[in-house]
């Protein structure tokens, strides 16, 4: 399946913003249902947001209202916008592609670690 | 707390088979959702193992298989092998719209 590379992890102090970024060269991302998913160390993993084809975005509970998802089209790229961290975001956070006839992931990225702490 | 209910670890011997079951509810495989299954290997992304309930993707050997009935569904693994040790997450679409994907907390299997 497609490849996708995650980018702008790192650690971050509670409160503070960070633009996660994923990319890639074997499909339109505007064409796609494109969601992020995290996963806290050693947890399970857990949906964050997704971006639907027609613009449409959706966010799970506990990050609506301060993470924002989009798409720049000239760039192919997925962007999470993270603002007001908490350290209960820490996690890896991934970027995945929803097959087009079905709910499931079909491709997903290596992952991007945040780290929230002071 | 995870929407769907997974047992936290199943363990079996080399060429056993073992079965992961995945529970949810109404709003989610009760409610006609399909279910799809993932493999994490250590330190890797998941990679889609079922998916639609009992469907593989192509490469995926057919020692792995999937099924739903009710509110709930299973992952079959037969002739468990040493490589079948990973992490297994089930996977369904939420008509409630919150969450809109639902994941399973996870099994870890072990192979004996």
């Known amino acids: 399946e497609g490849q996708l590379v995650e980018t702008g992890g790192g650690l971050i102090q509670p409160g503070g913003s960070l633009r996660l970024s994923c990319t890639t060269s074997?499909?339109?991302?505007?064409?796609?249902?494109m969601a992020w998913v995290r996963q806290a160390p050693g947890k399970g993993l857990e949906w964050v947001s997704v971006?639907?084809?027609?613009?449409?975005?959706k966010y799970a509970d506990s990050v609506k209202g301060r993470f924002t998802i989009s798409r720049d089209n000239s760039k192919n790229t997925l962007y999470l916008q993270m603002n007001s961290l908490r350290a209960e975001d820490t996690a890896v956070y991934y970027c995945?592609?929803?097959?087009?006839?079905?709910?499931?992931?079909?491709?997903w990225g290596q992952g991007t670690l945040v780290t929230v702490s002071s | 707390q995870s929407v769907l209910t997974q047992p936290p670890s199943v363990s079996g011997a080399l060429g056993q088979r073992i079965t992961i079951s995945c529970t949810g509810g109404?709003?989610?495989?009760?409610?006609?959702?399909?279910v799809h299954w993932y493999q994490q290997l250590p330190g890797k992304a998941p990679t889609v193992l079922i998916y639609?309930?009992?469907k593989r993707p192509s490469g995926v050997p057919d020692r792995f298989s999937g099924s739903k009935s009710g509110t709930s569904a299973s992952l079959a693994i037969t002739g468990l092998q040493a490589e079948d040790e990973a992490d297994y997450y089930c996977?369904?679409?939420?008509?409630?719209?919150?969450?809109?994907?639902?994941f399973g907390g996870g099994t870890k299997v072990t192979v004996l």
């Open positions: 074997e499909f339109l991302v505007s064409h796609n249902y």
């Open positions: 971006l639907f084809s027609g613009g449409t975005t």
């Open positions: 995945a592609r929803e097959h087009d006839n079905s709910s499931h992931f079909d491709s």
């Open positions: 109404s709003s989610n495989i009760g409610a006609g959702s399909d």
């Open positions: 996977q369904s679409y939420d008509i409630s719209l919150d969450p809109l994907y639902v």
């Open positions: 639609d309930s009992d």
